[in-house]
T-cell receptor
């Protein structure tokens, strides 16, 4: 089967840097994705890693280590609007579906 | 280009009634996914289609749930009869094949309340 673990909550202050970790277990691996969801909104795709290393998209970066079954999302120069839930999702096995983690609620404080 | 469109946005119904949720995927996308989100169970995949064909419905909770995709631009998720435990936000998402399967585009969701 497939499973993911991520912290339930993270708190940080405006302007700071925060890292949200995700560990996964899957048979086969076809990439780790990150999604953002604001309260009352829909999940929105942020980034995707298929290979080891860091992917950077503006203030957001995502890292993957396949040997450790581990990845993280790095948010820099935090803004109040970054307060949201962040989900990691893995596509693994002989499947075209994403399995989502339980989400990390990020609270950015002034 | 319009994103994924879902209707209705909110639905309040009484236990035992039939509920039909609708989704229009992004034009050109060949995968369509139905998800359910609750506080207790998180974001769960119910069923997905590829080129209008249901591929995996292992997430459909029971026979009360059914989904169809009669053409590339329309899909429905039906619950009959509905129960209070079906109350959740239902999302439809679409994407393209290949490496883009990890990048799904979600609709705004339908918030269903069954009384």
């Amino acid at each position: 089967g497939q499973s993911l673990e991520q912290p339930s909550e993270v708190t940080a202050v405006e302007g700071a840097i925060v890292q949200i970790n995700c560990t996964y277990q899957t048979s086969g691996f076809y990439g780790l994705s990150w999604y953002q969801q604001h309260d009352g909104g829909a999940p929105t795709f942020l980034s995707y890693n298929a290979l080891d290393g860091l992917e950077e998209t503006g203030r957001f970066s995502s890292f993957l280590s396949r040997s450790d079954s581990y990845g993280y999302l790095l948010l820099q120069e935090l803004q109040m609007k970054d307060s949201a839930s962040y989900f990691c999702a893995v596509r693994g096995g002989a499947t075209n579906k994403l399995i989502f983690g339980t989400g990390t609620l990020l609270a950015v404080q002034p | 280009d319009a994103g994924v469109i879902q209707s209705p946005r909110h639905e309040v119904t009484e236990m035992g009634q039939e509920v039909t949720l609708r989704c229009k995927p992004i034009s050109g996308h060949d995968y369509l996914f139905w998800y359910r989100q609750t506080m207790m169970r998180g974001l769960e995949l119910l069923i997905y289609f590829n080129n209008n064909v249901p591929i995996d419905d292992s997430g459909m909770p029971e026979d009360r749930f059914s989904a169809k995709m009669p053409n590339a631009s329309f899909s429905t998720l039906k619950i009959q009869p509905s129960e209070p435990r079906d109350s959740a936000v239902y999302f439809c998402a679409s994407t393209l094949a290949g490496g883009r399967l990890n990048e799904q585009f979600f609709g705004p969701g339908t918030r269903l309340t069954v009384l």
